[in-house]
């Protein structure tokens, strides 16, 4: 099963031990993107995987990152 993330830090987080091989079947991005470019996100997903009939998100609401998107999102 593939696993496709959306960490702040997933280096320091200890997810994953590199950006540039993160290992085993993990991948994505390290940055939180904007809700407009995750709607995009999740329509690729769908369309580089049309059969897929769940996906899964986990968010961390102590993290910084996750205040800091909270404040701006008012």
């Given at each position: 099963?593939?696993i496709?993330?959306?960490?702040?830090?997933?280096?320091?987080?200890?997810?994953?031990?590199?950006?540039a091989?993160?290992?085993?079947?993990?991948?994505?991005?390290?940055?939180?993107?904007?809700?407009?470019?995750?709607?995009?996100?999740?329509?690729?997903?769908?369309?580089?995987?049309?059969?897929a009939?769940?996906?899964?998100?986990?968010?961390?609401?102590?993290?910084?990152?996750?205040?800091?998107?909270?404040?701006?999102?008012?």
């Open positions: 099963m593939p496709v993330m959306l960490a702040a830090d997933p280096v320091g987080d200890g997810l994953v031990a590199s950006l091989r993160p290992g085993g079947n993990v991948t994505g991005t390290d940055t939180l993107p904007s809700p407009e470019f995750s709607q995009k996100w999740l329509e690729f997903l769908k369309d580089a995987a049309p059969r009939s769940r996906v899964a998100g986990a968010h961390g609401a102590a993290r910084a990152q996750s205040q800091a998107r909270r404040a701006a999102d008012g």
